[in-house]
Antibody, heavy 118, light 110 residues
């Protein structure tokens, strides 16, 4: 059974940092692109970033470039999102998802809430 | 990276058919056959319903179908059922190697 479990969310002050993790099981993690998608409270889905199987290629939405870094550890079957210089508008539920050839997301985690507020 | 355009809401009665549109540009929807659709119930993670414009993942009922014409993709749900009431989002690959989602459509089953 495919499972994606996010962790590391919580409340952080504006300008602060947070690192999200996504533990994966049920498939060969190193063979798939992975991505992060977020959803602000009461709003729609927004693609945030994705990363190639071996970590050699990374792509970001313009609003997080220079502030967020996506990474992975294939030995630990884990995906990460390092979030720096956080802003109120980064407040959202962050989903980890398996990215099929950068075309669609076929498996999703349950999501983790990040709240940026003073 | 502007969001794809979807109607805010659609509605239909049980047994009827509804169609949700998703309009982009030649740099995303119109340029690639990489449109996908997701269903999201309140408080739940999104679920893939359609990929590559018109393909259905295993387990998704054949009442759900997708199509595309030019810069507009569409999701059609036939034989509407109460459990289909949810938010629906389209998504596309873009010429910048990024992804873009639509603003979402709330489907109400009357």
């Amino acid at each position: 059974e495919v499972q994606l479990v996010e962790s590391g969310g919580g409340l952080v002050q504006p300008g602060g940092s947070l690192r999200l993790s996504c533990a994966v099981s049920g498939f060969t993690f190193s063979s798939y692109y992975m991505g992060w998608v977020r959803q602000a409270p009461g709003k729609g889905l927004e693609w945030v970033a994705n990363i190639k199987e071996n970590g050699s290629e990374k792509y970001y939405v313009d609003s997080v470039k220079g502030r967020f870094t996506i990474s992975r550890d294939n030995a630990k079957n884990s995906l990460y999102l390092q979030m720096n210089s956080l802003r109120a508008e980064d407040t959202a539920v962050y989903y980890c998802a398996r990215d099929r050839l950068r075309k669609y997301f076929d498996y999703w985690g349950q999501g983790i809430l990040v709240t940026v507020s003073s | 990276q502007s969001a794809l355009t979807q109607p805010a809401s659609v509605s239909g009665s049980p047994g009827q058919s509804i169609t949700i549109s998703c309009t982009g540009t030649s740099s995303d929807v119109g340029g690639y056959n990489y449109v996908s659709w997701y269903q999201q119930h309140p408080g739940k993670a999104p679920k893939l319903m359609i990929y590559d414009v018109s393909s259905r993942p295993s387990g998704v009922p054949d009442r759900f179908s997708g199509s595309k014409s030019g810069n507009t993709a569409s999701l059609t749900i036939s034989g509407l059922q109460a459990e289909d009431e949810a938010d629906y989002y389209c998504s596309s690959y873009t010429s910048s190697s990024t992804r873009v989602f639509g603003g979402g459509t709330k489907l109400t089953v009357l």
